[in-house]
């Protein structure tokens, strides 16, 4: 099973363009990432950027709009994330416990749908995306 952790650090919607998090935090964070891989459950890993270098694309009546951060109804903003794969919702959440993360940060685990879980249905009209995933695992290999 796929998850997915998103580290979700307090704070952070308000952050100015450019931030960057302590190099101490980052040294930590980075021992925690080597055993994922170590491990062999870590499929990939990023950082996000500031609210305030991003966008948001919203719709209505089938037209976009386009807004430029940062966004100040937004509470609670992702940081970066982890792509995981392990055997059940536990282990995921025994991975999450071991993370270097502050008393202002908050990893949500989230399971990945796999095409197999949809229905026939679904699949039928979905086919071609297990085509579109490996082809970009390829491309980012």
């Known amino acids: 099973m796929r998850f997915m952790m998103?580290?979700?650090?307090k704070g952070y919607e308000k952050a100015e363009p450019g931030?960057?998090?302590?190099?101490?935090?980052?040294?930590?964070?980075?021992?925690?990432?080597?055993?994922?891989?170590?491990?062999?459950?870590l499929l990939a890993l990023?950082?996000?950027?500031?609210?305030?270098?991003?966008?948001?694309?919203?719709?209505?009546?089938?037209?976009?709009?386009?807004?430029?951060?940062p966004f100040t109804e937004a509470k609670e903003v992702l940081g970066g994330y982890w792509m995981i794969q392990v055997k059940s919702k536990e282990e995921a959440v025994e991975w999450a416990k071991r993370c270097p993360a502050s008393d202002n940060e908050?990893?949500?685990?989230?399971?990945?749908?796999e095409f197999a879980d949809f229905p026939a249905d679904v699949q039928k009209d979905a086919a071609g995306f297990p085509e579109m995933q490996q082809?970009?695992?390829?491309?980012?290999?």
């Open 19 to 41: 931030a960057m998090p302590d190099a101490k935090a980052v040294k930590a964070m980075m021992k925690y990432n080597e055993s994922l891989q170590k491990a062999g459950v």
């Open 106 to 113: 908050v990893i949500e685990i989230r399971q990945v749908q």
């Open 46 to 69: 990023d950082g996000l950027h500031p609210l305030s270098m991003g966008a948001r694309v919203s719709f209505s009546g089938g037209k976009a709009k386009v807004t430029d951060g």
């Open 6 to 9: 998103l580290m979700i650090p």
């Open 135 to 141: 082809s970009k695992q390829r491309q980012g290999s």
